[in-house]
Antibody, heavy 120, light 110 residues
Framework: QVHLVESGGGVVQPGGSLRLSCAAS????????MHWVRQAPGKGLEWVAL????????GYADSVKDRFTISRDNSKNILSLQMNSLRAEDTAIYYC?????????????WGQGTLVTVSS | QSALTQPASVSGSPGQSITISCTGT?????????VSWYQQHPGTAPKLIIF???NRASGVSSRFSGSKSGNTASLTISGLQAEDEATYYC??????????FGGGTKLTVL
């Protein structure tokens, strides 16, 4: 059974940094692309970043480019999101999600999310 | 990168059918078959219901169906039930390394 558990959320001041992690289990992590998606309080879903199954390529939303870095450790089944220069508008629940090409080129299974609050 | 366009809200009575649209451009929705739909109930993670425009995810009721015409994808829910009340999101493949969500549509079952 696919299981994704995010951690690392919390309260951080504007301009600060935070690193999110997503522990994956129940599937062969190294065979799947992975995404981060966020949802600001009371707002819709916003795609943030993706990384290919082998980590050789990645992509970002314009809103986070040059501030966020997605990475993965296939030996530990861990997906990460390093967030720098945080802004109030980065406040959101951050979800990690798997991409299985048997279920389309978009996320299929999602974690429960971790809340990031950027506030002074 | 602006969001795909979805109606903010739709409503229907139990047993009726509703359709939610998701409009993009010839560079995203219109260019690929990789449009998915998610259902999200308050306080929970999104759940995949449709992938590749018209394929139901495992375990999803046949009351849910998807289609696409040009730059607009659509999600249809037939035989509305109270449990269908949720917010629905579309997402489209844009490039090999980018995706884009719609703004979300809140479905109210009257």
């Amino acid at each position: 059974q696919v299981h994704l558990v995010e951690s690392g959320g919390g309260v951080v001041q504007p301009g600060g940094s935070l690193r999110l992690s997503c522990a994956a289990s129940g599937f062969t992590f190294s065979n799947y692309g992975m995404h981060w998606v966020r949802q600001a309080p009371g707002k819709g879903l916003e795609w943030v970043a993706l990384i290919w199954f082998d980590g050789r390529d990645r992509g970002y939303a314009d809103s986070v480019k040059d501030r966020f870095t997605i990475s993965r450790d296939n030996s530990k089944n861990i997906l990460s999101l390093q967030m720098n220069s945080l802004r109030a508008e980065d406040t959101a629940i951050y979800y990690c999600a798997r991409e299985d090409w048997n279920n389309g080129r978009n996320p299929d299974y999602w974690g429960q999310g971790t809340l990031v609050t950027v506030s002074s | 990168q602006s969001a795909l366009t979805q109606p903010a809200s739709v409503s229907g009575s139990p047993g009726q059918s509703i359709t939610i649209s998701c409009t993009g451009t010839s560079s995203d929705v219109g260019a690929y078959k990789y449009v998915s739909w998610y259902q999200q109930h308050p306080g929970t993670a999104p759940k995949l219901i449709i992938f590749d425009v018209n394929n139901r995810a495992s375990g999803v009721s046949s009351r849910f169906s998807g289609s696409k015409s040009g730059n607009t994808a659509s999600l249809t829910i037939s035989g509305l039930q109270a449990e269908d009340e949720a917010t629905y999101y579309c997402i489209s493949y844009v490039t090999a390394n980018t995706r884009m969500f719609g703004g979300g549509t809140k479905l109210t079952v009257l």
